[in-house]
Nanobody, 116 residues
Framework: QLQLVESGGGLVQPGGSLRLSCAAS????????MGWYRQAPGKQRELVAS???????NYAESVKGRFTISRDGAKNTVYLEMNSLKPEDTGVYYC??????????WGKGTLVTVSS
């Protein structure tokens, strides 16, 4: 089994920055892609950004130019650097991983609140 543990969420003012981390442990071999989803109150979960084992990245249009996803393969950790945060970025951010073969895994989430 693969376990994903997020950290780094919190309260930040509009225009501020946060860095989220997702540490993978357990069965970390054959991970194809990892990423971040978020779910705002009353809304569906949506993809924020993802990164493949070959370092190709994908971003939601709403975060392009503000968020950066990266990974440290040696530490089995994925990061999400979030800048110029807006109130609409508020939500629970979930780490997600997909293995070759299609099995996917979710973390329990970390809350990001952007408010003055």
């Amino acid at each position: 089994q693969l376990q994903l543990v997020e950290s780094g969420g919190g309260l930040v003012q509009p225009g501020g920055s946060l860095r989220l981390s997702c540490a993978a442990s357990g069965s970390t071999f054959l991970i194809y892609r990892m990423g971040w989803y978020r779910q705002a109150p009353g809304k569906q979960r949506e993809l924020v950004a993802s990164i493949s084992s070959g370092d190709s990245t994908n971003y939601a249009e709403s975060v392009k130019g503000r968020f950066t996803i990266s990974r440290d393969g040696a530490k089995n950790t994925v990061y999400l650097e979030m800048n110029s945060l807006k109130p609409e970025d508020t939500g629970v951010y979930y780490c997600h991983a997909v293995k070759f073969g299609g099995t996917d895994y979710w973390g329990k989430g970390t809350l990001v609140t952007v408010s003055s």
